[in-house]
């Protein structure tokens, strides 16, 4: 707790509220939140932006901050989480997972308003995230809002109309300091991306509200193995752009490459893991993020796993070229592996 104590006292706030979040982060220790949970982390990231003033806005500033921008950065700088970068979408990603009053804990998403049409302009939706509760039984929030901008208030005062929605699905992980450490200095350097390497901002209706894989920036034209063994397939998903490789095993994991060419002969049939699959292409749409240390390069693999592991198998690589991948964060998020996961 002395580093937390320690990066409270530093804040440019009040002893009022610094004292107030000491009791609140103790109390939550007491209910057993290590102080290296994800959602202890994720609080902790949020507090850097205190005393900030309210800017609507999808990019990051020293000074400024809005609602949404305080949460999807939290989770990302804390715990490597991504989740939808508009308050509206944090509200209906079905990623997030419903949650009651009762059942809420540190670091859930509160919401101002039930949907658009019940909030004031009719375009945007309210959110902030639970810091726990004082020792007098009051629930604190932290929010920004035009008002005040990012604040502490009591949940009574945020008046929560839309609900609560949880983005953590692995409650008992912790990580460890180095772990964590590490993760910080990545997340850092790529504010306002996902974990999952790309960019989670609905700027239209048609948008994807939130990208399930990892993109893998390499050479157009680089071998792609397969990672799991199973039957190939090629689908459009509903998520995604462009038609993708699936790979669904016998052991419960489906895989989805995008930007794979693969030959016919593969297709509507079993492959082994390991084996030659197909070459990167280029993306047929505009899908890729433009990192600037990447010097303009587009062509990059679309990684995805998802379902349900019925066995001791856990993939944690991808072989692209002479290269092997490893994603143990990613799986880890997803259920599938807890942290740390060594190669």
């Known amino acids: 707790m002395d580093n937390f104590k320690n990066y409270i006292n530093d804040l440019n706030i009040s002893v009022k509220n610094k004292n107030l979040l000491l009791e609140v982060f ?64 944090q509200r209906s990603a079905p990623s997030g997972e419903e949650v009651t009053l009762e059942n809420t804990q540190p670091a859930d998403i509160v919401i101002k308003f039930p949907n658009l049409d019940t909030s004031p302009d009719k375009i945007y939706n309210h959110v902030g995230l639970i810091l726990g509760t004082a020792k007098d039984g009051i629930t604190y929030v932290i929010e920004s809002n035009s008002k005040d901008g990012c604040v502490i208030s009591t949940l ?77 397939t090629i689908e459009t998903l509903i998520d995604e752009q462009e038609p993708c490789v699936v790979i669904k095993s016998d052991y419960g994991l489906t895989c989805v490459l995008g930007n794979v060419e693969v030959s016919s002969e593969l297709v509507n049939q079993h492959i082994k893991a390991d084996n030659p699959l197909g070459k990167v292409q280029l993306p047929k749409t505009d899908t890729h993020m433009n990192y600037p240390e990447l010097g303009g390069k587009t062509s990059h693999i679309h990684f995805q796993m998802h379902g349900s592991v019925t066995t001791n198998y856990i993939l944690h690589k991808i072989k692209i070229g002479d290269k092997d991948y490893y994603n143990g964060v990613y799986m880890a998020k997803l259920g599938l592996a807890k942290l740390p996961v060594r190669p």
Request: aromatic letters at 10%.
């Open 26 to 89: 103790e109390n939550n220790i007491q209910d057993g939140y290590c102080l290296n949970s994800e959602r202890m982390q994720i609080l902790k990231s949020s507090l850097q932006f205190l005393g900030n003033s309210y800017l609507r806005t999808e990019e990051l500033a020293s000074d400024t901050v809005d609602c949404s921008t305080l949460t999807s950065q939290a989770y990302w700088e804390g715990a490597q989480i991504g989740i939808p970068f508009i308050a509206e979408s």
């Open 156 to 232: 009574d005062d945020f008046d929560p109309q839309g609900g609560f929605k949880s983005y953590i699905k692995n409650i008992d992980i912790k990580t460890t300091e180095t772990l964590h450490e590490q993760f910080s200095v990545l997340s850092k350097k790529v504010p306002k991306l996902s974990r999952l390497g790309a960019k989670q901002y609905q700027k239209n209706s048609t948008d994807r509200i939130a990208h399930k894989g990892i993109d893998i920036y390499v050479d157009e034209g680089t071998t792609v193995y397969a990672p799991i063994s199973g039957y190939l």
